[in-house]
């Protein structure tokens, strides 16, 4: 029987890259829906390819357009935008695996109905889980899914650590996180000021979505990944550590209690973590070039340097805080590198942001995906006028 997948931000950098390891297993893998926000033709074009029975776009005007020229082009596939479009398409009886693969806070919602209907769910929207926290595992837990990371580190851990979790409490000690370090890793901090929105999303490494970039640039990415990995692995703050690691070959490693580290490497590229998702415990073909180790000249690693990358820290701090500051701390860098990427905000104005929007919400500890997005909603009109304040 193959699998029916839907594919949630199927037009992103993740999202296509789910679709090109799709398209290598036809014989396993069927899609079922997909979902975007604005890229109507590229929708267009994964409708005709990939025939999914159902395609979301966020907004009304994007879906009336898709639904037109899905007619025009004499595809089947219906269009669906409506309040819980996203929610029926991760929770539908048919579906067997859910990607999420939305960027941001946004895709908290499909993640959790996927959750509750106990889906295959393989996650990417790291925001989902840092938003989510508590709640989030809960309803995987009620609804008996199987969550499977995909971000690539946490997807190493995963690798890495033993079958059964019930172990990895008493054999665990610690993890660490690989870091890239970002495009400014040995730049001048005093220069962080001047840089802009294109020098930030030029990854060394990877291309992916311009909110991701820019988090890797600050070094925030690693700070959800610290507190997502929390999550994911149930492990106190301070068995996570981070470690920069320029090559992007050690995907992440984990540290036992008799002091042996176990590392999961590869040529950097996200059809890895995405085949093992999609296929685990079994393994199938990724696309993905094998390492040369004769080809490698070193692997290095460094410590993180906090003047460049002062946002780092609030992860722990935030995991450290009342239930619902990680919540917050993701608001108020959404909003923060959101305005950065339109032109109103300084580069190293995103963590003076995000510090004053700490500093001004307190949490209340969220139980429910309504008390979940009030806070949300709360920590981004803090943050909005944080950045007025601070806008160019
Ligand atoms: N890219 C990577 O290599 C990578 C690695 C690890 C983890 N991740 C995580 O994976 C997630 C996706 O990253 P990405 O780089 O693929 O992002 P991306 O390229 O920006 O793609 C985001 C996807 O979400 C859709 N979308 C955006 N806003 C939405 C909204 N409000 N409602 C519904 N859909 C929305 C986009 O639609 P449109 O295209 O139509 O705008 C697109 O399909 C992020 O959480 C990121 O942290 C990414």
Partial sequence: MKQKITILGSTGSIGKNTLDVVARHPDRYEVFALSAATQVDLMLEQCAQFKPRFAVMASAPHAQLLAEKIKQNGLQTSVLQAQGALEIIASHEEVDAVMAAIVGAAGLSPCLAAARAGKRLLLANKEALVVGGNVFM???????????????????????????????????????????????????PETLAQITPEQACAHPNFSMGRKISVDSATMMNKALEVIEARWLFDLAPEQIKVVIHPQQIIHSMVQFKDASILAQLGTPDMRVPIACGLAWPERIESGASRLDFAALAALTFEEADVRRFPGLHLSWQALNAPEGTTAVLNAANEVAVDAFLTGKLRFDHIHAVNLATLDAVQPSKPDSLESLLALDATARVAAQRAAAALAL
């Fill in 138 to 188: 809960r309803a995987v837990r009620e609804g008996g899914a199987t969550l499977l990371p995909i971000d690539s580190e946490h997807s190493a851990i995963f690798q890495c650590l033993p079958e059964d979790p019930a172990c990895w409490a008493e054999r665990v000690d610690s993890i660490l996180l690989t870091a890239s370090g970002g495009p400014f890793r040995t730049r001048a």
